[in-house]
């Protein structure tokens, strides 16, 4: 009930295209999804994050959608750019636990 | 700049070597966390701490072993009990126990020969 599931595991976009990376989850206790970059050799940095209450959040190029029915929220990168290309986690909460997350999707935009 | 720093970025150990990673941060923040990633195994918790003189295992603690002796500082010990040690480390914290916004050090990759 603690996991989150996340897919693919990796995803080859051309540049200017979109990136759909996909999460779901079973606790339905949980209460934040927040979303990861991590370039290579780096720390992961929040990227963006969404709250049940809400069925999409957009910044900039970045969308969060969430389906609290099907437990499923997905990231979608519009416009992919090359500077894009890293890995993205999915990770979940409910409120004074522990984060979750998701196993991770590399991500390469082809120019 | 506040942040998170870890050292060292690099680090070679033999067999059998106990190894301490250090993590510090000047954010204030109550909480800090060790996670290890492997590749396509995602971001697993070892140990974190939600305040000063005290700590938690996470799921993988097996032959590690942390302290907390001051608010700013996290160092985590990887024992020669540890049976994989070669890994990416990272340190993180958050403003309180529980937050959902984590602040990561860069990482610390050790190798184990």
């Known amino acids: 009930q603690q996991q989150v599931k996340q897919s693919p595991q990796s995803l080859i976009v051309q540049k200017g295209g979109i990136s759909i990376i996909n999460c779901a989850y079973e606790?339905?206790?949980?209460?934040?999804f927040p979303w990861y970059q991590q370039f290579p050799g780096k720390g992961p940095a929040l990227l963006i994050a969404?709250?049940?209450?809400?069925s999409e959040k957009k910044e900039g190029r970045f969308t969060i959608s969430f389906n609290k029915s099907a437990k499923q929220f997905s990231l979608h990168i519009m416009d992919s750019q090359p500077g894009d290309s890293a890995t993205y986690f999915c990770a979940a909460t409910a409120y004074g636990n522990k984060l979750v997350f998701g196993a991770g999707t590399i991500l390469r935009v082809k120019s | 700049d506040g942040g998170i720093t870890q050292s060292p970025k690099y680090l070679f150990r033999k067999e059998g070597q106990n190894v301490t990673l250090s993590c510090e941060q000047n954010?204030?923040?109550?909480?800090m966390y060790w996670y290890r990633q492997d590749p396509g195994q995602g971001l697993r918790l070892i140990y974190y701490?939600?305040?000063?003189?005290?700590?938690q295992k996470g799921d993988i603690a097996e032959g590690y072993s942390v302290s907390r002796e001051k608010k700013e500082s996290f160092p985590l010990t990887v024992t020669s009990a540890q049976k994989n040690p070669t890994a990416f480390y990272l340190c993180?914290?958050?403003?309180?126990?529980?937050?959902?916004?984590?602040?990561f050090g860069e990482g610390s990759r050790l190798t184990v020969l």
């Open positions: 969404i709250r049940p209450d809400v």
């Open positions: 954010l204030n923040h109550d909480a």
């Open positions: 701490s939600q305040i000063v003189n005290d700590f």
């Open positions: 993180a914290s958050s403003i309180v126990p529980g937050a959902g916004e984590l602040f």
């Open positions: 606790n339905t206790a949980f209460d934040y």
